[in-house]
């Protein structure tokens, strides 16, 4: 097929070669980036007195008639063109004739195709932000929901000490807060414009790269044409950023997967998030949040091929570059997909206080307090973890728990032991004790719920 880059050569490569080197089966999806950035460079070829205005005019009627038709089916990609930046520009001029051969006067596919995917990123990234804003309201509502609900809090999935469900969701909540705020900063350096950097070097022509950003909403223009046409540390920024979002998720997800499980019973998932199984009848199984687990994987994995594309390229533009957009795409699409599932899962999950207060009554999860309440009686921290331990020792003896065993035996391992030793070990006071800030007493996790509220009002919603 002949080429709109037919010059030194024939334009004419083998059928194998094309669809090797074609990338317009996955870069279709920016040609709403792509027209608008044309649009713009119409807008500032004619300022400049490159075009004429009626050339631009055209220009401009044919873009939107193109994008008219694209967006309603009229018009269909042709798989024949090799991207979408020679699709436009080829209907173009094949739909107003010769000036539709102007446009590209000044710029080059390489600070074009670097344009369309900040353009595009940049609007993903502002649905982001949305998306991960409904995420931590969901949670701060069920946060709302079970503020008092009591539940062994872990470490090395061994229980540790008495929290409030509220306080281990708001936790979550603050990982969204800072990956919004991750998604935030990574925005304001993607949201330069490399447009007029040409094919590396610049041009002759007396062009305003500014005014071109400007119409297309950016707030400076990359300071290096050959850095403008290289960069795609916006797409590793942002790729990272997503990647770190499924951290969180994944991690969650794995809890709501054990805490669902009938080794914990702490948690239902509604029936609209759990599949059945072909074979055993009993099953519900958290498949939403397995995927959404599963799926980190993959994320990681396309920041990772990113990555390595990138590593050792030489200035300025490479056709390794072409190969950012898959990765791209296909880490956009998956996270948008899991945060899109997690939101009514997490929102329709039910949690189950009795059963997570059960799982704390055993496993003798105030014993810290045990140790404090002897601190209180004037030993030494050291000492009283020793003696605290003993009494959890005698207890597993016994068959009982610390609320449980007598105030002879606890006199028997230490005489500064007294009866209002029960109402400090009671878990609802340990809970309420740990005022320190951003502590799990009720208290602390109210200040938390009013700090999430007002960072996400501060939050500009762009979708
Ligand atoms: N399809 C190409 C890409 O995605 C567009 C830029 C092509 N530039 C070039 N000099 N061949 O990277």
Redesign the pocket.
């Known amino acids: 097929m002949a080429k709109l880059w037919q010059g030194v050569t024939d334009g004419v490569t083998s059928k194998v070669a094309d669809d090797f080197n074609s990338?317009i089966s996955f870069?279709s999806r920016m040609f709403r980036e792509d027209i608008s950035g044309s649009v713009a460079h119409a807008k500032m070829l004619a300022k400049c007195g490159i075009i004429s205005e009626e050339e631009k005019n055209g220009i401009i009627a044919g873009l939107f008639g193109i994008l008219e038709d694209l967006e309603s089916g009229a018009l269909a990609i042709d798989p024949e063109c090799?991207?979408i930046?020679m699709f436009v520009e080829q209907v173009l001029t094949e739909r107003i004739g010769e000036s539709g051969k102007r446009l590209h006067t000044a710029r080059?596919?390489?600070d074009?195709?670097a344009l369309d995917l900040r353009l595009y990123l940049r609007r993903e990234t502002d649905s982001f932000v949305g998306l991960l804003k409904r995420a931590a309201e969901t949670l701060v509502k069920k946060a709302e929901e079970y503020k008092t609900a009591v539940m062994p809090g872990y470490t090395h999935l061994q229980r540790a000490q008495p929290i409030l469900f509220s306080h281990h969701l708001l936790a979550y909540c603050m990982m969204l807060l800072r990956d919004i705020d991750r998604l935030c900063d990574c925005r304001e350096r993607l949201n330069v414009s490399p447009i007029g950097s040409c094919?590396l070097a610049g041009t002759t022509y007396k062009t305003d790269r500014r005014f071109e950003a400007e119409l297309l909403g950016f707030s400076d223009v990359c300071r290096n044409s050959m850095d403008g046409v290289s960069d795609r540390d916006f797409a590793l920024e942002l790729l990272s950023g997503i990647s770190i979002v499924m951290t969180h998720l994944s991690r969650f997800c794995e809890e709501l997967i054990l805490w669902s499980s009938w080794e914990f019973k702490f948690v239902r998932l509604s029936d609209d998030f759990t599949t059945g199984s072909s074979i055993m009848p009993q099953k519900k199984n958290p498949d939403m949040a397995e995927l959404i687990r599963g799926k980190t994987g993959r994320v990681f994995g396309d920041l990772m091929a990113l990555l390595t594309v990138l590593k050792g390229l030489p200035l300025a533009?490479n056709?390794d570059?072409?190969e950012d957009?898959e990765a791209v795409f296909d880490a956009v699409d998956t996270v948008k997909a899991c945060l899109t599932v997690f939101v009514p899962m997490i929102s329709e999950m039910k949690a189950l206080p009795e059963n997570m207060l059960k799982a704390a009554q055993t496993g003798f999860i105030n014993a810290t307090d045990l140790a404090d309440y002897l601190v209180r009686k004037g030993l030494p921290f050291r000492s009283a973890y020793k003696i605290a331990g003993q009494a959890v020792a005698r207890c597993e003896e016994l068959g009982c728990v610390l609320e449980t065993l007598s105030i002879d035996e606890y006199k028997a391992l230490c005489d500064k032991f007294d009866s209002d030793l029960y109402a400090d070990i009671d878990l609802k006071t340990c809970v309420e004790k740990r005022i320190s800030e951003g502590g799990t007493s009720l208290g602390s996790v109210e200040e938390q719920i009013k700090y999430v509220k007002e960072k996400l009002s501060e939050t500009e919603d762009n979708i």
Request: cysteine-free.
């Open positions: 990338s870069d090799e991207d930046h080059s596919r390489n074009q195709v094919a533009y056709k570059m072409q957009k």
